[in-house]
């Protein structure tokens, strides 16, 4: 299933920026830290030039913001989300 996951990881050109919001000890963003710790390399390696911003705030709710081409933003709730679904969720919104 990994290496299904890091096939996806290369996102399309239309998607100029992702960020990451995580609290570092909520449990809401347990998920997201293992995302972060396990595979925000493998996918910044096959993204090189995408801007991939990891903020972290105590107390914030987990969420993922993708913007694109002209401005345009959209973003999904990665609360209580487990590494494969965060995976997922960047996957889906880098088509």
Known sequence: MRLSLLRAARLSPALKELRVHLC?????????????????????????????????????????????????????SLTNAAAADVAKHIAQLGQ
């Open 24 to 76: 570092q000890t909520g449990e809401e963003s347990k998920g997201v830290r293992e995302f972060v710790s396990s595979q925000y390399a493998a996918l910044k390696r096959d993204n090189p030039k995408l801007p991939i911003l990891i903020r972290e705030c105590s107390g914030v709710q987990p969420r993922l913001w993708a913007r694109y081409e002209m401005g345009k933003e959209k973003s999904v």
